[in-house]
């Protein structure tokens, strides 16, 4: 057989795990991934933000189909051409009839994914997949770096490292086509430009943004309700090109491109010129340059992520920024600016959701996200952590009726209401540190800090269960909100009561300390009393 350069078919080898019913994983590849996503669970990937970013790939190809073709395989575009010929209605209907069905069982979708199979081929003399052949003048990396799993910042040493050997020195094809997706996603800031004069582009495209995506029973339930067929789940998207799609791809370093206006674009955003290295049959490391960015105010063609105002303009047209999860912070504490869209401007994926429920296209008692991020350190050099969350909570509070906004209003509160308890034990910390003669102000704050992450972390599984079991058809929102004060009440107290408990002794005596030219005085008693008065009713919480 002539060897003619191509090897590793994404469309037919195996290389994305997923996870199938009985909690075992298996390797599949692109066609397969698709025919049986309803017999899987969900991505189970080395990395939840891993899945994220092989989810992501999986759209893409969906959005190029489904955008473009009905299930019975007729061209029928769905994006906005200027003719009017198409309308909002007739995208929400291609969905139903795809999820109706349960699978992917359009023969359109197989056809589509073989039209392009040569744009597949993870090693290709021209068009590797995802790749740019020849990267001259690059920053060359070892496998390790690649594997996000043992990618470390400072040089950090593991002292159980989940690989060693030829498995931490090298990959196999298929675990390089995973992180091929990843480090194009999320890479850091530490490569240096080979040009002179060039633009920094930033980290990653996904390492920007606060990503949540919608979770359903199976996988084919994922990528559907994630498959966002008009922007916000209102507007219809322009046409545009999966990179696969092109003619040619960009390679130059750090080009800063236009804004995409289509999803297939957005989702095979290049953020990195890349090249595998390979010896034998397996991959020993990649070449990486700067790749495509653009500036992400006002991006709301990507649907994945949590927004923020800007703060710089005084001026002008309301801006937008995305905004990255914080990986100290529970995802129910951030509940407004995922869900509230009276405060906030929801992710595009969460205002589908709202329009799957208003128009009775998904029947499920419970709403599922996650989130995923990766934190970074020192100007995004390096990645510090990965982390993800999940929220569930009943469907009708997705309801923009009298009924969603009354418990949506109540629940926002009882969020605050929390807040104000843990403030206290964070206050309480403080003040028995103050009293043990702790008089570092740094170290005060570390100390009030961390009493109130404790606080959070006792309140977190609670609160989870609390609003999981909200029915708002059902229940009286007076007595769920009593419920959680209870319930709330009793664990902040549980912790200021240990606080206390673990002190030492001189903390009972009364300590005088001048500050501001003020005298106060802090002793155990008097800090524990203060508390307990503070949580004893909402009302003196808030100051009544």
């Avoid at 801006?319 to 504490?333: A, G, L, N």
């Amino acid at each position: 057989m002539i060897n003619d350069g191509k090897e590793f078919n994404l469309l037919r080898e195996p290389w994305i795990v997923v996870m199938k019913d009985d909690g075992t994983l298996e390797e599949v590849g692109l066609i397969e991934v698709f025919e049986r996503a309803h017999e899987f669970r969900a991505l189970a990937g080395e990395l939840p933000t891993q899945d994220i970013a092989m989810m992501r790939l999986l759209l893409a190809i969906l959005h190029s189909v489904y955008g473009r073709f009905d299930p019975q395989g007729n061209f029928r575009p769905l994006y906005d051409d200027g003719d009017a010929q198409v309308i909002p209605d007739d995208a929400f209907d291609r969905w139903k009839a795809i999820w109706d069905e349960g699978r992917f069982s359009q023969p359109i979708l197989r056809q589509y994914l073989e039209r392009y199979e040569d744009r597949f081929w993870l090693f290709h003399p021209e068009r590797p997949f995802y790749q740019v052949p020849g990267l001259d003048k690059a920053t060359d990396y070892t496998a390790a770096k690649l594997n996000g799993e043992l990618a470390e910042s400072n040089n950090k040493l593991r002292l159980f490292s989940s690989r060693s050997g030829i498995a931490k020195s090298s990959l196999t094809y298929a675990e390089a086509a995973r992180w091929l997706l990843y480090v194009n996603g999320y890479d850091d800031t530490s490569a240096k430009p080979k040009g002179k004069n060039l633009p920094s582009p930033g980290a990653g495209w996904l390492g920007k943004l606060g990503l949540v995506v919608a979770v359903g029973q199976n996988l084919f339930e994922t990528l559907m309700l994630n498959l966002t067929l008009l922007q916000d789940g209102a507007k219809l998207w322009e046409p545009g090109e999966a990179i696969w799609e092109l003619d040619h791809v960009r390679d130059m370093e750090r080009c800063e491109i236009p804004l995409p206006r289509n999803p297939a674009e957005l989702l095979t955003l290049q953020s990195r010129r890349l090249l595998l290295h390979r010896e034998g049959d397996r991959v020993v490391g990649y070449s990486l340059l700067g790749g495509d960015f653009f500036p992400p105010d006002n991006a709301f063609v990507e649907q994945m992520t949590v927004w923020r105002r800007s703060t710089d303009r005084k001026t002008g047209p309301e801006e937008f920024k995305p905004r990255r999860h914080d990986p100290s912070r529970q995802i129910w504490r951030d509940f407004a600016a995922l869900f509230v869209s009276r405060e906030w401007r929801l992710p595009g994926v969460v205002s589908w959701m709202k329009q799957l429920k208003y128009r009775k296209l998904v029947d499920r008692p419970l709403f599922r996200f996650q989130i995923a991020a990766v934190k970074y350190g020192d100007k995004d050099f390096f990645i510090d952590d990965v982390f993800s969350d999940g929220i569930a909570f009943h469907a009708d509070l997705m309801n923009e009726d009298k009924l969603g906004e009354a418990w949506i209003g109540r629940i926002l509160d009882e969020i605050e209401t929390t807040d104000l308890l843990v403030r206290q034990v964070g206050l309480l910390a403080q003040h028995i540190a103050r009293a043990e003669g702790e008089s570092d102000g740094s170290r005060l704050r570390d100390i009030a800090g961390e009493a109130r992450e404790q606080a959070y972390f006792r309140l977190d599984r609670p609160f989870r269960r609390w609003l999981e079991a909200i029915d708002p058809t059902r229940d009286k929102p007076e007595e769920v909100s009593a419920r959680w004060w209870e319930q709330a009440q009793r664990i902040v107290r549980e912790v200021g009561r240990e606080l206390v408990e673990n002190c030492g002794p001189q903390a009972y005596i009364e300590r005088v300390v001048i500050d501001n030219k003020h005298e106060l005085s802090y002793s155990v008693p008097q800090a524990y009393n203060q508390f307990l008065y503070k949580t004893k009713t909402i009302s003196n919480l808030k100051g009544g």
